[in-house]
């Protein structure tokens, strides 16, 4: 999985006909750390509702066709969760809007959660 961002849409009027009706997203991959982006990026299928500005994880190669909305679908990356935290070595270093960890309460170290 690759933690992203959101940069925006694409758009594209003619294409697979498999693909008809599924969002592109245009994604950039982020730093865990600084959140800072990276300027590598890509465009992935939505399959859970992403909105620009939001940090998300996707997924490449085979990975990308086992979502329910990827089933059967020419896609070589597909975002398949928005992610509420980002926890490094005890310490928060993204939380979504109206994202609030119980206090005290830390995922297990390095792990970050969706």
Do not use: C, W
Not at 35 to 48: I, M, P, Q, T, W
């Amino acid at each position: 999985m690759v933690l992203a961002r959101v940069k925006g849409t694409v758009v594209s009027t003619h294409k697979s006909p498999p693909l008809a009706g599924l969002k592109l997203l245009l994604l950039e991959k982020i730093d865990p750390v600084t959140l800072a982006g990276k300027g590598d990026f890509a465009v992935a299928v939505d399959s859970v509702g992403a909105n620009a500005g939001e940090v998300v994880f996707y997924v490449t190669g085979s990975s990308a066709r086992m979502t329910d909305a990827t089933k059967g679908k020419p896609s070589d990356a597909t975002i398949i969760a928005i992610v509420d935290t980002i926890e490094k070595d005890g310490r928060f270093t993204y939380q979504a809007a109206g994202s609030h960890p119980a206090a005290g309460s830390h995922p297990a170290a390095g792990e970050a959660t969706a």
